[in-house]
């Protein structure tokens, strides 16, 4: 299976089922030297790292509106190193993006803290899958989308109106798979207590909302991907 989907182009997808085998990733093991050697030259350079547990993908494909697929638990410092050698490495990162509309139909994205690895750009709240966003060896993408926006906004949306279905873009950099999530708030009062979540932690992970309004609208340090998500929501795409 490897890496079979279609790049640059926005995909519907109807189902999920990209499973975590509890054997090491082979990158992982093929560079772990290189993997030590790398993290002590990032934590020097950002002391606030932590190496954590976060996932990587070994194979993912597209069939018949489904992702599937396979990953592996790797620790942060191997997926850092990734970063840096992802060409012909084996391996591929997905992660998830909750696409929050608000009442008055704007998009609410965030900009990074200056103490973390994106410091500075602005995407949907979103983090790496983590061992916890599995259920039964099957990554459980609204779970994860709910528990990051969560975590980064103090913002829940588990009780929010979900898109009828997933959508996800694969490009060079990562796959990211996308679901619209509707409030009734409007873009305003949401930037309002997002602000107050991230004044009151004392070690937040976000600077703050970002509103994005139409679809010209593009702030600066707007991750790639962003664009054409942006442009796909503004242009009335059926979710």
Known sequence: MSFDLPRNVILPVDAIDVRLDPGPHPFAV??????ADNWRQEIAANPALFDGTVVLLSALAYRDSRLVGRCHAVNYSTFMLWRKRRENSGAEHAYAHAMLVTGDNALVAI?????TVNAGRVYFAAGSFEP?????????????????????????????????????????????????????????????????????????EIEGPVIIRHAA???????????????????GAVS
């Open 132 to 204: 916890v966003d599995f259920r039964d060896g099957v990554v459980d993408a609204d779970f994860n989308m709910i528990r990051e926006v969560g975590e980064e906004t103090g913002l829940d949306l588990s009780k929010a109106e979900r898109g009828q279905r997933y959508h996800a873009l694969s490009t060079a950099s990562g796959t990211v798979i996308f679901r619209r999530y509707r409030v009734a708030e409007p873009a305003d009062e949401l930037a309002r207590r997002i602000g107050a979540f991230v004044a009151a932690e004392a070690d937040p």
């Open 30 to 35: 093929s560079n772990a030297e290189a993997i």
């Open 217 to 235: 609208d593009l702030p600066d340090g707007l991750m790639a991907h962003m664009k054409p998500l942006i442009e796909w929501h503004f242009a």
């Open 111 to 115: 900009r990074m803290g200056s103490h």
